[in-house]
Structure formats: C-alpha cells, structure tokens
C-alpha cells in the first residue's frame, strides 16, 4: 500500500502556514489577556477558515477541518487520505506513515515562529487526525509546541 505524501511538504507547510499566519495575527492583548476571551475568538476564527475548506494538499490528502476544543486546547486539523484504509493497515506501514508524517508536521509548525510563539503562551496543543479513505479513523498526530525543539 502505497505512503501519500511523498512530496506534500511544500503544500502541507503552506496550508499550515496560511492558517497559522493568520491565526498569529490575532491582535496579542496585555499580558492580562482573557484566555477565555482568546480562546473563544480563536476558535471563532478557526470556525471561520474551516468554512473555506475542503482543500487538497497534494495527490492523496485533503485537509477536511480545523477546529479549537477550547476545553482541551487542542487546535485538531482533520485530513482525509485516499490512497490508505485504516482496516487491515499494517503496523510497519502505519508507523512508517507516523514518522514520516511527524517530522513533516514539526518541521511546518517550527517554520512559523509567530504561531508558535501564540500557541505557546496559550498552552494549545496542535493535533493533525487523519481518516483513511474507508472513512475510519487511521492515526493522530498530536504536536506539543512546549516540547518542540525547533532547530534555528
């Protein structure tokens, strides 16, 4: 069974890029800030850009939604892969998949400094789930900006 994203780096990156450009953006009040406030707007703003999707991120990937949980903090990109079904995926496969999807993920989350720096005040963890193309949940990437490592 074929891996997807054999070159969707580039396209991953400026999808995640997009969001999370926009995203940094909202105004940073004093350091008093409302985190309930913040938090409500962002999901808000997340609402918002989720209405602009579907989008296609290379041959294989769609990113379907993106979504706050403001009770958890975590920021859940929701894709769809077409090339892979959850039943019967072989661990080694799935595995393989993870890593390689883990360290393109890293990789586009530390390319954004100003987004990373907003989640990290916030305490918001970013999760990147992805439903093979029976419709069945096939992995969860979940990224801690607190622990990312960025190199640079």
Known sequence: MPIPMLRPARRLGATLLLAGAAFASLQPQARAEDEATFLKESAAF??????????????????????LDTDSKVLHYRYGISSMKAEGM???????????????????????????????????????????????????????????????
Not at 56 to 63: F, G, H, K
């Open 90 to 152: 072989q661990a080694d496969a799935l595995d393989k998949f993870k890593g390689e999807q883990r360290t393109r993920l890293e990789r586009a989350t530390c390319q954004q400094p100003a987004l990373l720096q907003r989640i990290r005040e916030h305490g918001i963890r970013v999760a990147h789930d992805y439903d093979g193309s029976d419709g069945k949940p096939l992995a969860s990437i979940e990224i801690d900006p607190q622990k990312l490592q960025c190199q640079g």
């Open 46 to 67: 997340f609402e918002q850009q989720s209405k602009q999707l579907p989008v296609q991120v290379d041959q294989v990937t769609r990113l379907e939604n993106v979504r």
